[in-house]
């Protein structure tokens, strides 16, 4: 296994502007998490997938976020018009089911001006 | 809507020493998940030690052991001969059974975390 993967693992952009990360995880897990992270904070729940479907949505994810896993292997999460509250550290998790322990990978940290 | 508090966001202690790490949560499930997971500085998170609510045994990982309290709602790590590497943020986590595959609470719900240092 090498772990799950993240790129980019900075980004620096301008509000306003859109942003996609991507996560690959570990091969043959079909269960993707991404999180966020804040400054002092634990991480917070967005949404998961089962294989392609995206099953479960946190209402912190605003319509200006969106994920894909398009093929039931590697993810995307973009946010669009960001915005200074967007800044933080994106990270990504997999497991080989629901009942299994979640591995993450190393975050993507955003830093919206 | 499950929470999960830590209530020490910084523990100190010396190398070699015994340090516990606490948190307790809140949930109206009977059959759930725990996890205290541990994050270096600029590093991933990974898991330390894992805990199935269902089993009554704690669960031990070398020199990691856990407190569970479940009536008490309560979930303790405790850290024996403390070594310079296990400095990092130490967040408790927990998570929903998932009662059928296609889908669930599945996201894990963190507390804020403790940061632990170890004095040499």
């Known amino acids: 296994d090498t772990g799950v993967s993240q790129d980019p693992r900075h980004k620096i952009t301008k509000r306003g502007q859109n942003v996609t990360f991507r996560c690959d995880p570990i091969?043959?897990?079909?269960?993707l998490y991404w999180y966020r992270q804040t400054l002092g904070q634990g991480p917070e729940f967005l949404t998961y997938?089962?294989?392609?479907?995206?099953?479960?949505k946190s209402r912190l994810l605003s319509d200006r976020f969106s994920a894909e896993r398009p093929k039931g292997s590697f993810s995307t999460l973009e946010i669009q018009r960001t915005e200074q509250g967007d800044s933080a550290m994106y990270l990504c998790?997999?497991?080989?089911?629901?009942?299994?322990?979640?591995?993450f990978g190393p975050g993507t940290r955003l830093l919206v001006l | 809507a499950q929470t999960v508090t830590q209530s020490q966001p910084e523990m100190s202690v010396q190398e070699a020493e015994t340090v516990t790490l606490s948190c307790t949560y809140d949930?109206?499930?009977?059959?759930?998940?725990l996890f205290w997971y541990k994050q270096p500085p600029s590093r991933q998170m990974i898991l330390v030690i894992r805990?199935?609510?269902?089993?009554?045994q704690n669960a031990t990982e070398n020199r990691f052991s856990v407190n569970f309290q479940k009536a008490a709602k309560s979930f303790s790590l405790k850290i024996s001969d403390s070594q310079l590497g296990d400095a990092a943020m130490y967040f408790c986590?927990?998570?929903?059974?998932?009662?059928?595959?296609?889908?669930?609470?599945?996201?894990?719900?963190f507390g804020k975390g403790t940061h632990l240092i170890i004095q040499p």
């Open positions: 997938f089962q294989n392609e479907a995206q099953l479960e």
């Open positions: 091969s043959e897990h079909n269960r």
């Open positions: 805990q199935e609510a269902y089993k009554q």
């Open positions: 986590a927990y998570r929903s059974p998932t009662l059928y595959s296609g889908g669930g609470a599945d996201g894990l719900t």
């Open positions: 998790a997999s497991s080989l089911n629901g009942r299994e322990t979640q591995y």
């Open positions: 949930t109206s499930e009977s059959d759930y998940y």
